[in-house]
Nanobody
Framework: QVQLVEAGGGLVQAGGSLRLSCAAS????????MGWFRQAPGKEREFVAE????????SYADSVKGRFTISRDNAKNTVYLQMISLKPEDTAVYYC??????????????????WGQGTQVTVSS
C-alpha cells in the first residue's frame, strides 16, 4: 500500500502561482510513476501531468503545458506540481496518484493504483 497526502492548495488570483506537494509513504517511492489529476465542479477528473520514477521524463495535458511543471524528490518521497500563470479554469480539486510501474503510464486514471485525498485550488478572476 502507498499512502499519498497532498498539500499546498489554496486561493490565488489569476496570474498567480502555487506549488502543490504530495508526500508518499508505505512503499519504495522510486518504484512508482506519479501523476497529478484534477476535477473541477461538475466535470470529470482529468489528467494534468505525469513523471517517471527517476524524474527523467514528464508529460502534460495540453491545457497546462508551459505553465505547470511536475517534479519529484525521491529522497523526500515527494512529488510536486509547480503552477504559474494560473487561470480561473484551473480551479479544481487536485489529486496525486501513484502507478505500480516505473515508466510513463499515460493519462488514463485506470493506470494508477493509489490516490490521495485531494487539495482544493481556487483561482479568482
Amino acid at each position: 500500500q502507498v499512502q499519498l497526502v497532498e498539500a499546498g492548495g489554496g486561493l490565488v488570483q489569476a496570474g498567480g502561482s502555487l506549488r502543490l506537494s504530495c508526500a508518499a509513504s508505505g512503499r519504495t517511492f522510486s518504484n512508482y510513476a506519479m501523476g497529478w489529476f484534477r476535477q473541477a465542479p461538475g466535470k470529470e477528473r482529468e489528467f494534468v501531468a505525469e513523471i517517471i520514477w527517476s524524474g527523467g521524463s514528464t508529460s502534460y495535458a495540453d491545457s497546462v503545458k508551459g505553465r505547470f511543471t511536475i517534479s519529484r524528490d525521491n529522497a523526500k518521497n515527494t512529488v510536486y506540481l509547480q503552477m504559474i500563470s494560473l487561470k480561473p479554469e484551473d480551479t479544481a480539486v487536485y489529486y496525486c496518484a501513484a502507478a505500480r510501474f516505473r515508466l510513463r503510464v499515460g493519462p488514463s486514471q485506470s493506470s494508477y493504483n493509489y490516490w490521495g485525498q485531494g487539495t482544493q485550488v481556487t483561482v479568482s478572476s
